[in-house]
């Protein structure tokens, strides 16, 4: 099963607020059969111990440590958010990245996303693309293909 598929990747959306983006996000991740329904409210309570905003325009929600456990398969979903939305006072959020992994392939799917995310240029073809496999691509290369 692929982490990150066309259908777990959202363009064009937008989200009321940060609570609204997470359960969109989680959303997708149930709907693709990743994690139960139960997973976004994991998500959203872990959100309320520590925000998941990462800055440069990112978001990555995931669930507790007790919510691993429920996880049937690592996925990834990517809500595209143009307008963005604002996750902490003065920082809007533009790509939120849903997460769920298990508790051995997290820091490597973690790991990954970070690395691709890291270049304010990608971040900026992420953001304004109307193509989801350019999403796809540039989150599920390897490093020696970015090199």
Do not use: F
Not at 121 to 131: A, L, R
């Amino acid at each position: 099963m692929d982490i990150l598929t066309k259908e777990t990747v959202q363009l064009r959306t937008q989200a009321t607020d940060r609570v609204d983006a997470i359960k969109q996000s989680g959303e997708l991740l149930v709907k693709a059969g990743y994690v139960p329904p139960s997973y976004v409210d994991g998500m959203l309570a872990r959100e309320k111990v520590q925000s998941t905003y990462l800055g440069n325009g990112i978001a990555i929600p995931h669930g507790e440590l007790k919510d691993l456990r429920s996880i049937c398969h690592t996925g990834v979903s990517v809500l595209q958010l143009p307008e963005g939305v604002e996750w902490e006072p003065g920082e809007r959020a533009y790509l939120v990245i849903g997460l769920a992994a298990t508790s051995d392939e997290h820091v490597g799917v973690l790991s990954n996303l970070l690395q691709a995310l890291q270049d304010p240029e990608t971040i900026k073809q992420m953001v304004q693309t109307t193509d989801p496999m350019m999403i796809i691509e540039r989150l599920t290369r390897r490093s020696e293909d970015s090199a």
